[in-house]
C-alpha cells in the first residue's frame, strides 16, 4: 500500500508539474528526461576504480540539473533523474537503498532534501526497497565546494550515524554528485559500522 501511495504521489507531481528538460526547461524526449540536444551533449561516467557508480561527468547539461535541484528550488527534478539514474547504474539483486542525507539546517532552508527524492525515485524505479530514517547526520558540516580532499575528509568526518536496520543488509547509496569521494565514504563508513555488508555508491554525476 505504501509503495501504491509513494507511485501515486510521484504521478501527482507529474501532473501539477508537467514534466521539463531539468537541464534546460524545454520537452524532454521520453524515456530520457533531458531533451533531445541535453540528453546528447550529457558525457557517460566510466566505472571508477573505487565502485563508485555515476549516471554522468559532472558538466554540461548534467550540472546545470543538479544545480536546479539543489539550488533552484527544482524538487520535481528529483523523480525524473532518479528514474534516469536507476537506467544508467548496475544495481545488485537484493540491495536496499538509502541516501546521503542533508543537514537540518539545510534542509530547512533548501525545504526539502534532494537526495531524498532522488533516492525514493530511484528506489522506485529499480524496484528496490527504501530504507527511511538508515542514515542521519549527527552533526551539522559546512559546504565541500572550493576544499581540497583532505580538508572535505575532515569536515565529514564522524558527520554520519545509522540505524540497526542496515545491519546484514547490501545497501545502494544515493548522492546527487560525488567529488572527492570524501562524503560518501563518511556515510558508507558509519552503514558498515552499523553492520551494512556492502555499501555501493550511486550519484546522478561524478566531478573531479
Known amino acids: 500500500m505504501a509503495g501504491e501511495l509513494t507511485a501515486f504521489g ?116 529499480a524496484d528496490r526497497p527504501l530504507l527511511r530514517g538508515a542514515l542521519h547526520r549527527v552533526r551539522e558540516t559546512i559546504p565541500q565546494v572550493g576544499r581540497d580532499r583532505a580538508a572535505r575528509a575532515r569536515n565529514v568526518a564522524g558527520a554520519f550515524a545509522a540505524a540497526g536496520s542496515v545491519a546484514g543488509r547490501d545497501l545502494v547509496l544515493v548522492d546527487d554528485v560525488v567529488t572527492t569521494g570524501a562524503t560518501a565514504e563518511a556515510a558508507s563508513l558509519a552503514l558498515r559500522g552499523a553492520g551494512a555488508r556492502t555499501v555501493l555508491v550511486v550519484a546522478l554525476a561524478r566531478a573531479g
Open 10 to 125: 510521484a504521478a501527482l507531481l507529474d501532473l501539477v508539474f508537467p514534466p521539463r528538460c531539468p537541464a534546460c526547461g524545454e520537452d524532454p524526449l521520453p524515456p530520457s528526461p533531458f531533451c533531445a540536444i541535453c540528453e546528447g551533449a550529457i558525457e557517460p561516467s566510466p566505472d571508477a576504480q573505487d565502485g563508485i557508480q555515476a549516471g554522468a561527468l559532472f558538466g554540461g547539461p548534467i550540472a546545470d540539473a543538479v544545480h536546479a535541484l539543489k539550488y533552484g528550488g527544482r524538487a520535481e527534478a528529483a523523480s525524473p533523474l532518479g528514474r534516469w539514474l536507476s537506467g544508467r547504474v548496475r544495481v545488485p539483486a537484493g540491495a536496499a537503498v538509502v541516501w546521503v542525507p542533508l543537514g537540518r539546517r539545510r534542509r530547512i532552508e533548501r525545504t526539502y532534501d534532494q537526495a531524498m527524492l532522488l533516492a525514493a525515485a530511484f528506489a522506485r524505479a
